[in-house]
């Protein structure tokens, strides 16, 4: 997430957790929440939002699993 400080998180996994960011698969146009299924994904199809509401927003739809 552009403009979030690092506060000395060892990896963009514990910042992501710390956040619990909503991930956008940017082929699919699917968003994940923190810990659904397939939350992780190859970080080039990587889209982070920090609300639902901006990712469907940007046209994007919930996952169904």
């Not at 940017?26 to 901006?54: C, D, L, P, T």
């Amino acid at each position: 997430i552009e403009g979030e400080e690092d506060a000395g998180f060892r990896s963009d996994k514990d910042l992501y957790f710390y956040l619990q960011v909503i991930i956008g698969n940017r082929r699919s146009h699917i968003y994940h929440v923190y810990r659904q299924h397939a939350y992780r994904m190859n970080r080039g199809n990587a889209v982070y939002f920090r609300s639902e509401a901006a990712a469907r927003a940007a046209g994007y739809r919930k996952s169904y699993r």
